[in-house]
């Protein structure tokens, strides 16, 4: 099975600031890799599609970047509604096999 | 965007199964895979297998394999997850999700149901 590291675990940013999380994954996964966000109580939010790929309604302060083993998330300007936790996923379909990170818990200093 | 609408929270004894309902709003049912995921409290997200209905058989990672089924019911727009011999650990948030590509199994996730408590407990 594939493993993705996922860092930081946790991250206080003070409004305005660039913010970013890398995972890693234990092999080459081309660009199959999706970034979500989840607030408490929710369901998780598709942000980035294909390591790179802003998904429809998503504003463009959030950004994902990287392929084969190490990608990276972004966000250019750290709002307070962005406060929430941020998982990686990846995925391949031959065979089928999908695993998450282990999340980024994202505060405001 | 389609709607994904599940069942309501439900508590098991050990030993015994659970069947969460997916409904899916919209025309698309068939052609886009619905996959199931789980959060434990305070967890991260683990994913159980998914289901392209138009296809008809559904995928399983090993470590699920033999203790959930997948199922899709094309004439109500619904999916089925079903878990047997529920022990204390799968105490969790039960979430099913539709791939954002038509015709894929595993892509990302657009959508999502509001999520399924299930706690299992003597």
């Known amino acids: 099975d594939i493993q993705i590291t996922q860092s930081p675990s946790s991250l206080s940013a003070s409004v305005g600031d660039r913010v970013t999380i890398t995972c890693q994954a234990s092999q080459d996964i081309r660009n199959f890799l999706n970034w979500y966000q989840q607030k408490p109580g929710q369901a998780p939010r598709l942000l980035i599609y294909d390591a790179s790929n802003l998904q429809t309604g998503v504003p463009s302060r959030f950004s994902g970047s990287g392929s084969g083993t190490d990608f990276t998330f972004a966000i250019s300007s750290l709002q307070p509604e962005d406060i929430a936790t941020y998982y990686c996923q990846q995925y391949d379909n031959i065979p089928p096999g999908l695993t998450f990170g282990g999340g980024t818990k994202v505060e405001i200093k | 965007q389609v709607q994904l609408v599940q069942s309501g929270a439900e508590v098991k004894r050990p030993g015994s199964s659970v069947k969460v309902s997916c409904k899916s709003s919209?025309?698309?049912?068939?052609?886009?895979?619905l996959n199931w995921l789980r959060q434990a409290p305070g967890q991260g997200l683990e994913w159980l297998g998914g289901?392209?209905?138009?296809?008809?058989?559904?995928k399983y990672p090993q470590n699920f394999q033999g203790r959930v089924t997948i199922t899709a019911d094309e004439s109500t727009n619904t999916a089925y997850m079903e878990m047997t011999s529920l022990r204390s650990e799968d105490t969790a948030v039960y979430f099913c999700a539709r791939v954002n590509v038509r015709l894929s199994l595993l892509r990302g996730f657009d959508s999502w149901g509001q999520g399924t408590l299930v706690t299992v407990s003597s």
């Open positions: 289901i392209l209905p138009i296809f008809g058989t559904p």
């Open positions: 919209g025309d698309t049912f068939s052609t886009y895979a």
